[in-house]
């Protein structure tokens, strides 16, 4: 397995629509693996594959305590929804900002399985906000497009900035390395 690169707001990557999966083989299976790895690594509880540069309809969800449920959604779509809730978001590719966002409340999801089985499953609570959330990541959405256009700028600035000094921070740990 390996660790995939998030990509971070504002990089246009995140918006790019993903396509459907075609057949679950080999490849798609090592994709969600790596997937899982990357999403646990970054004490994540849903990663898109979008999110990875993986253009691709997949999503990968643990909303455990524990961390030992983990869900794997190939091409995944909500049958059926009701009830609306609002409730606090953050994303792991928009970094250190959580908004609250209204959502349905309760849904039915239909998705393809890492072994390529289709099912269905309701999902409510957090499951059910964390699905359509990662969701939105496939149609090139993130959860800061529900905000007001004040507080959409104001995360684009952060998030500039974020980059800017994890940037230094990246060009630095080499040499750190390198030293030590």
């Known amino acids: 397995m390996a660790r995939l690169n998030i990509l971070h707001h504002p990089d246009p990557r995140l918006r790019k629509k993903a396509a459907p999966v075609e057949a679950v083989d080999a490849q798609i299976r090592q994709i969600v693996d790596d997937m899982f790895e990357t999403m646990y690594a970054a004490q994540g509880i849903g990663l898109a594959a979008t999110q ?3 253009h691709q309809r997949i999503i990968t969800i643990d909303v455990a ?3 030992n449920e983990p869900l794997c959604l190939i091409n995944p779509e909500i049958i059926q929804q009701e009830g609306s809730v609002e409730h606090e978001e953050g994303c792991l590719s928009v970094p250190d900002y ?4 209204t959502r349905a409340e309760r849904i039915r999801v239909r998705a393809i399985d890492r072994d390529g089985n289709t099912y269905e499953k309701d999902a409510d609570g957090l499951l059910a906000v964390c699905i359509q959330h990662e969701m939105d990541h496939l149609e090139g ?3 800061v497009d529900y905000l007001s256009s004040l507080k959409q700028q104001r995360v684009r600035k952060k998030m500039e900035k974020w980059e800017k000094e994890h940037a230094k921070g990246a060009a630095r740990k080499p040499a750190q390395a390198a030293a030590g």
């Open 52 to 54: 990875a540069n993986i």
């Open 65 to 67: 305590e524990k961390g």
């Open 98 to 101: 959580y908004d609250k966002v």
């Open 141 to 143: 959405k993130l959860f």
